[in-house]
């Protein structure tokens, strides 16, 4: 078990309300459906349950096979069941509850990216093309796309299936495994995210954020700017109004999902980032070996650090 030290801060901006110190580098990360936990999995093969009230892991690690790092990670909505992706091709199925391993197969293609349908029913594993799988492994389907994928969404009623890739967005059909969109001239594209509706696509494409109709392709307005770096991470808020990007230039950004307009940031050196079930929260990962806490901005304030000043989020608990 890694040695953690939880620290808690005063949220004002400069500082998260909840910092978790663990010893190995966190390569991926999700929250648990109560809001309460976060599953962080490495590259020392080690996935871990982390309870964010109390800032120490909880039970049993849950392991991979010797060497074998973990990649990705993803969370069944009813909480019961998580998934880790290993880059050796390792697909591992976990209970929530006991951390028992429930399944286990393995993959043709090293390094898979994973994503859950809406449903809980089927596992999106791709690399180079995409095999759709049942949660007890049996392989259901194939998506030809002939391109590295990088990132993979369903959308809202689990009917299509987004994938960016190195150099487009393509969305299928995921029930006969047709291409229904694109590919959408993109470039790289290290995340890509539907909104709640399933009327659009956002993706990440180096230092801007794009948006599209998801029916017709047409880009929706201009690019989002800000970010001065790769942005490597995005997560929509539980009701679809605000968008968090993180970039390898050490800031999450907010933005309003709709306009594309800035709505504050917190300065920290991230690698990824995600909003809590309640959308009350978002947690970072700083540096890979720290989860950072913080409280979900509604306003802006200024403040001034170090000569430069800054434009941070408010936590919603000191609005009055």
Not at 72 to 82: F, N
Not at 198 to 227: A, E, V
Request: net charge negative; glycine share 10%; aromatic share 8%.
């Amino acid at each position: 078990m890694s040695s953690v030290t939880p620290q808690r801060l005063d949220n004002n901006g400069t500082h998260p309300y909840l910092v978790i110190f663990g010893r190995d580098y966190i390569s991926c990360f999700e929250y648990l459906p109560d809001g309460r936990h976060v599953v962080t999995g490495s590259r020392d093969g080690i996935v871990r349950v982390w309870n964010l009230e109390s800032g120490k892991q909880e039970g049993a690690q849950m392991e991979h096979k010797l060497e074998d790092r973990v990649t990705k990670l993803t969370v069944t909505r009813d909480g019961t069941k998580i998934i880790s992706g290993g880059w050796s091709g390792s697909i591992m199925v976990w209970d929530v509850e006991t951390h028992k391993l429930v399944k286990e197969w393995t993959h043709p293609e090293s390094g898979p990216v994973l994503a859950i349908s809406p449903d809980d029913r089927l596992l999106a594993v791709g690399h180079w093309n995409v095999d759709i799988y049942s949660m007890e492994g049996r392989h259901a389907d194939s998506i030809e796309v002939g391109d590295s994928i990088w990132s993979m969404c369903f959308s809202p009623d689990g009917n299509k299936l987004a994938c960016g890739n190195v150099s487009s967005i393509r969305v299928y059909d995921v029930n006969c495994g047709r291409l229904i969109l694109g590919p959408l001239d993109a470039g790289w594209v290290p995340d890509v995210l539907w909104s709640r509706d399933g009327s659009r696509l956002f993706g990440s494409l180096g230092r801007t954020i794009r948006c599209w109709n998801s029916d017709t392709g047409q880009q929706i307005g201009d690019p989002w700017t800000g970010h001065t770096g790769t942005i490597c991470s995005l997560s929509l808020s539980p009701d679809g109004t605000i968008l968090a990007s993180a970039s390898w230039d050490e800031i999450v950004r907010f933005w309003n999902a709709t306009t594309g307009d800035p709505i504050g940031q917190h300065l920290h050196r991230v690698s990824a980032v995600r909003f809590s079930p309640s959308g009350e929260f978002v947690a970072s990962v700083r540096g890979g070996r720290k989860i950072c806490l913080w409280q979900v901005v509604t306003r802006l304030e200024q403040c001034q650090i170090s000569n430069f000043e800054y434009v941070f989020p408010v936590a919603r608990s000191a609005m009055i």
